[in-house]
């Protein structure tokens, strides 16, 4: 037995127990994290949500969208208005059942994808990206002043989810107790959250090893083969647009949940470019990578943050030096370029490397990335070897 | 009629300032197809080294070192960064430049602080009557410039080697290279112009009657972004003429605002991308790029 098939097999075996020991640790994280690490799971998780939804878009069907916040706004604001009830400083809402609010949001966000695909349907590549970039703005101008259903500058509370009587807040039923652990809001949203992260993961896994997602990365390659092979091109651009939104649709939903208030300042350039980043450090079309830029891009201020007064090189906000929210904007400026420069497929593809180096046996060197797995922005340089 | 008069004055002028970055935003896509989202730090950069300098050397002077500073910022992003993606998609590089418009804006936003700088500039406050209407001398300033640049640029593209070795770069890189043209210097060329004119619009951007130099005026050069849309990507005419008509459409959507009051408040800042998308709508690509043409 060569030491490569030893390492296969102990690859194999290894696998499915890795697995199950994450689910587990997953499911018992409640138990022993804190509020702040709660609060920040829940809103990676959220990101991570979108992000899968931008990965599909911009990595498989390649329609570069600066946007997508746009649609996590849509996702968000339409569960707070479907779910919440009519205040008297004038913000309405339709007070239907929590669970039926966040589907109407997820179809809501489908729907603004939709009827963007008039123009998304005829663009490409950057001019896309850059009609994307106006719908940043379109976004935050209905946001600050379609009062009635989005509250506006100071934005809007978000109803607490709701499942057969079982409330994810800290009552109905309060003082509830799990292996003597208080259960509160976070606690209970954390389960959402990872439903809607597995479920979110397992739906793009899937699609990408599906005939559509074959078709959206021959439209991604080629229009014009994918039109002679006999696929609507001009429809199935939508339909990534749709898919696209309804994911960030979803991650609107948790955000808002996981915010409990939300304000349109979330919702802004930054937040767009900030899924664009997640996508890019993950290694963009990779469904694994968009989930660990997801945590890496929320997780990094929040920690930084958090621990500013341990760390000796950063000074508080506001202030001459260098501080946390600095700090992390130049790292993941800095991470951006270099991994488009030197770390080609982003994490993702280091990985992917790395186990194909460990692999490497003799007679078995044609490990090649396959490909649902190539990252799709590449470049035209012969830098690589075509696989 | 002499109010709406005035907002046109206005609107042009403002358009002029816009037209400079559009052109910029031209100049350097056609040089190495890359759509730079770090023009608005470079434009900030451009108005803060004269913010910081106008002081001690002058407005004149700090002006010089403005310019400069952001054709060289520029020149330098190209040489150290997009240099060694060429080639590479049109996403790629322009979420590359992404990444170097975060690094800069967080030092420049980091430099600043909350100070708000003064451009200095010794036309000042001061305004001028116009048929009826009063325009910010700083305004008719810009305009005169960027009349001025676009007639220089003109003449350079039409008259110079270097212009001509940038025209044909820009036709075809590969002959243009196999005709003995350094592309690299033409392209680093190109983002140095293109960080010449971000600066000069950074200057007048930040005179009166906006309140000074702060991290905002780069989100404002962004708005510079449907200009170039409108123009299409690969025209400097149409660079021009975008810029105006957003100029225009920004300025009248801010006189009419409170007709407009249905539409929201604020409408200015959304009223150019409302337009762009229009125009993307019936011409995708612009009122006067070029086509691109696919067979099936």
């Known amino acids: ?387 | 009629m002499n109010e709406f008069l005035g907002f046109l004055v206005n609107g042009l002028s403002l358009g002029a300032i816009y037209a400079l970055i559009a052109l910029g935003f031209v100049m350097i896509f056609k040089a190495t197809s890359v759509m730079n989202f770090a023009h608005g730090s470079i434009v900030l950069l451009g108005a803060y080294v004269v913010g910081r300098t106008h002081d001690e050397v002058g407005f004149w002077w700090a002006a010089l070192l403005g310019i400069l500073a952001a054709a060289a910022a520029a020149a330098l992003v190209d040489l150290i960064v997009l240099r060694h993606a060429r080639g590479a998609d049109l996403g790629t590089l322009a979420i590359l430049t992404i990444g170097v418009d975060t690094l800069l804006s967080t030092e420049l936003t980091r430099e600043m602080g909350t100070a708000i700088l003064d451009a200095g500039a010794p036309w000042g406050t001061s305004t001028v009557h116009l048929g009826g209407t009063s325009v910010p001398l700083s305004r008719l300033v810009a305009a005169l410039v960027a009349v001025v640049v676009v007639a220089v640029l003109w003449a350079v593209f039409r008259f110079t080697h270097w212009g001509v070795r940038m025209r044909a770069a820009a036709e075809d890189g590969t002959t243009a290279a196999l005709m003995g043209i350094r592309l690299g210097r033409v392209a680093a060329g190109a983002w140095a112009i293109a960080g010449v004119l971000a600066a000069l619009a950074g200057v007048f951007l930040t005179s009166f009657p906006s309140p000074g130099i702060s991290p905002a005026a780069g989100v404002t050069a962004l708005a510079a972004v449907p200009a170039w849309v409108l123009g299409g990507f690969d025209s400097f005419p149409g660079a021009v003429v975008g810029g105006l008509v957003i100029g225009v459409v920004t300025a009248l959507s801010a006189g009419y605002q409170e007709h407009l009051l249905f539409l929201g408040r604020d409408l200015a800042q959304v009223a150019p991308y409302a337009v762009m998308f229009l125009v993307l709508l019936v011409r995708p690509s612009g009122l006067f790029g070029s086509k691109e043409f696919a067979r099936v």
């Open chain 1, 1 to 387: 037995m060569s030491s490569g098939t030893l390492i296969r097999s102990v690859r194999r075996s290894v696998r499915p127990l890795v697995l199950v020991a994450g689910v587990l640790l997953a499911l018992a994280a409640p138990l022993s994290l804190n509020g702040f690490w709660l609060q920040s799971g829940l809103f990676a998780m959220a990101a991570a949500v979108s992000a899968i939804g931008l990965t599909l878009l911009v990595g498989r069907a390649g329609q570069l969208s600066l946007g997508h916040a746009f649609f996590v706004a849509v996702g968000a604001y339409g569960y707070c208005y479907l779910a919440g009830t009519s205040s008297a400083d004038g913000v309405r809402g339709l007070g239907l059942p929590p669970l039926l609010a966040a589907f109407g949001a997820v179809v809501a966000a489908g729907t603004a994808g939709a009827l963007f695909s008039p123009i998304s349907g005829r663009l490409r590549g950057i001019y896309l990206g850059l009609a994307s970039l106006g719908l940043v703005f379109l976004g935050q101008h209905i946001l600050k002043n379609a009062i009635p259903l989005t509250g506006g500058f100071n934005g809007r509370d978000a109803a607490p989810l709701d499942l057969f009587g079982f409330s994810f807040s800290d009552s109905d039923p309060a003082g509830f107790l799990v292996l003597g652990v208080p259960y509160g809001q976070l606690e209970r949203l954390w389960y959402v959250g990872l439903v809607c992260a597995a479920l979110a993961w397992w739906s793009a896994r899937n699609l990408l090893r599906s005939r559509p997602g074959r078709a959206l990365a021959t439209v991604r390659d080629s229009e014009v083969a994918a039109g002679a092979m006999g696929i609507d091109v001009v429809r199935y651009k939508a339909a990534a647009f749709v898919l696209s939104s309804m994911y960030a649709g979803l991650g609107g939903v948790l955000t808002a949940l996981a915010f409990g208030r939300i304000v349109p300042d979330s919702f802004g350039l930054s937040a767009s470019v900030a899924f664009l980043v997640m996508i890019v450090i993950g290694g963009i079309g990779s469904v694994g990578g968009a989930v660990g830029g997801a945590f890496f891009v929320t997780l990094l201020p929040l920690v930084l943050d958090h621990y500013s007064g341990r760390l000796p090189f950063l000074s508080p906000p506001g202030s001459e030096g260098l501080d946390a929210a600095g700090l992390s904007e130049f790292v993941y400026g800095l991470a951006i370029v270099l991994v488009l420069l030197f770390a080609h497929g982003g994490l993702a593809g280091f990985l992917r490397r790395a186990a194909t180096a460990l692999r490497r046996t003799p007679g078995r060197d044609t490990d090649r990335p396959s490909d649902d797995e190539r990252a799709p922005l590449r470049s035209h340089t012969a830098k690589e070897p075509a696989s």
